[in-house]
């Protein structure tokens, strides 16, 4: 798959097969295309945790509430994506520029992360309905978790949306 085919096939995934279970090889080359992306500074402010089993199950359950997110239950690996300190540059470039830069190379490594499954045949979802405190607890984790991602196989029911998304001339503008 190219990046576009990857990018049309991509989508959020809410129907897991909850007995195949989400090759090692696979993973492994998941965290390794996360491990390339860029981010401010190049200071990687983050950590992933895998999380399968029981703790994948207490994890599912902290993303869930007032309906959402049930269909993490099934998912055989969640990825707790938390925060890491800023490196000095980026943290003083964060505050002379008011600029949230941690969150966005978040975003850029959740989108890795979720085009590098999808070219690995792998369903995913990000999930940002998550209980911060409660996913600390349950992964021993310091500092705040920002999103969970859901990696497994869809369930053959499960089929390709059509993508909706603003129409070109409302996302793009031009300026001279
Ligand atoms: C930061 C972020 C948080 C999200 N949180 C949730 C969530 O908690 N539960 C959920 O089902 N989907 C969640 N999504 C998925 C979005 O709803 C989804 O990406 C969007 O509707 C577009 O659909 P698609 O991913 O199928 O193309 C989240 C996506 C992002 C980027």
Redesign the pocket.
């Known amino acids: 798959m190219n990046f576009s085919e990857i990018a049309e096939n991509r ?2 995934c ?1 129907a897991y097969c909850s007995d195949r279970m989400v090759e090692q090889e696979k993973l492994d080359r998941i965290l390794e295309t996360a491990r390339l992306a860029p981010s401010a500074c190049n200071g990687q402010p983050y950590r992933v945790t895998v999380c399968r089993g029981d703790a994948a199950k207490k994890v599912a359950l902290a ?1 869930q509430g007032m309906g ?2 049930k269909f993490a239950q099934d998912a055989p690996i969640l990825l707790v994506i938390s925060e890491q300190p800023y490196v000095a540059t980026a943290a003083l470039g964060a505050k002379l520029k008011g600029n949230d830069y941690r969150s966005i190379d978040i975003g850029i490594l959740a989108a890795y992360i979720t085009a590098e499954a999808t070219a690995q045949g792998i369903a995913s ?5 998550l209980d911060d405190a409660r996913i600390r607890e349950i992964c021993g984790l310091d500092n705040a978790v920002r ?1 969970v991602i859901t990696l497994g196989y869809a369930k053959d029911d499960d089929p390709l ?1 059509t ?1 909706k998304r603003k129409a070109l001339d409302v996302l793009v503008n031009e300026c001279q």
């Open positions: 989508q959020s809410r993303t959402l997110n979802c990000i999930l940002g309905w999103l949306r993508k």
